[in-house]
C-alpha cells in the first residue's frame, strides 16, 4: 500500500464487490444475500490494495457480500472489520428476487420519487424512503460523533454497504440533488466520499467517478437497479 499525505478525515461509503445477484440483475436485498463473485472479489482486494493510507476503522453491513468485501479490505489493511446493523440495502418487499425490467422500473420509480422528496412511498412488502434513512442515519451520525470530528486527520471512515441505501443517504446527508442521484448509479466498489462539516453537515467531495459540481446529465438505466 503505497502512503500518501493524511488530509481532513471523511466517511467512506463503498458499494460492495459484484455478487451473483447484479450478474443476474436481481433485486436481491434481503440478508443475508448472495455471495460475491470471482470479479467481485478480485474488485473487492484490489480496491484494498490500492487505498492510499489505510482506514482507521472499517465497517460493513450484516449481508454477505458487504462482509465479504470487507473481508478482503481487511486483509489488505490490517484493519479490522465490525460488522453494524441497520445498513441493510432497501428492502424490495414483493419484488425481491425479481429481475424483469417490469420489476426493475417499478422499483426505480419509487426509488426516484424518494429522492425527489416523498419519502413515504412505500414498495409493496418493503421498505419506505423514510424507513431507511430512519434505520441508516443514526448509525452515521453515531460515527461522525465517535470517529469524524471536523478539521480531523486521524484516518477515513470505512463503510461497506449498497448502491440504493448510501445514495439515497448520501443525496440528503449532503444535498446532492436529483436527477443527478438517480441517474448516476455506482458501479461495484465504487465510493461516495462525504466530509463533516462545522455545521453538523457533510459536503460530499465524490460520487463514483464523479466530484463537484454534481450537475452531470446521465440517462437513467433500469439495469442494476441496486447500483
Not at 70 to 90: C, H, K, S
Amino acid at each position: 500500500m503505497t502512503e500518501a499525505k493524511i488530509g481532513p478525515a471523511k466517511l467512506v461509503l463503498v458499494r460492495h464487490g459484484e455478487t451473483e445477484g447484479n450478474v443476474a440483475k436481481l433485486l436481491d436485498t434481503k440478508v443475508p444475500g448472495l455471495p460475491l463473485t470471482e470479479r467481485g472479489a478480485a474488485q473487492a482486494k484490489l480496491f484494498g490494495e490500492t487505498l492510499l493510507n489505510p482506514p482507521r476503522v472499517l465497517f460493513c453491513s450484516t449481508a454477505l457480500r458487504a462482509r465479504q468485501t470487507a473481508g478482503y479490505i481487511e486483509a489488505a489493511t490490517g484493519v479490522p472489520t465490525t460488522v453494524l446493523d441497520n445498513l441493510q440495502e432497501v428492502q424490495a418487499g414483493d419484488l425481491e428476487g425479481k429481475h424483469s425490467e417490469e420489476a426493475h422500473l417499478f422499483f426505480q420509480r419509487i426509488y426516484r420519487a424518494w429522492h425527489n422528496g416523498d419519502l413515504d412511498e412505500r414498495i409493496p412488502g418493503g421498505e419506505s424512503g423514510r424507513d431507511v434513512l430512519a434505520r441508516f442515519l443514526p448509525v452515521i451520525e453515531e460515527l461522525r460523533e465517535t470517529y469524524l470530528t471536523p478539521g480531523s486527520s486521524e484516518g477515513d471512515v470505512l463503510l461497506v454497504n449498497h448502491g440504493a441505501a448510501m445514495r439515497l443517504v448520501s443525496r440528503y446527508l449532503a444535498d446532492v440533488l436529483p436527477p443527478f442521484t438517480t441517474n448516476n448509479h455506482l458501479d461495484n466498489t465504487e465510493t461516495i466520499e462525504l466530509v463533516p462539516l462545522p455545521d453538523g453537515s457533510w459536503d460530499c467531495i465524490r460520487w463514483g467517478r464523479f466530484t463537484p459540481p454534481f450537475g452531470y446529465d446521465v440517462a437513467p438505466t433500469s439495469d442494476d437497479p441496486m447500483g
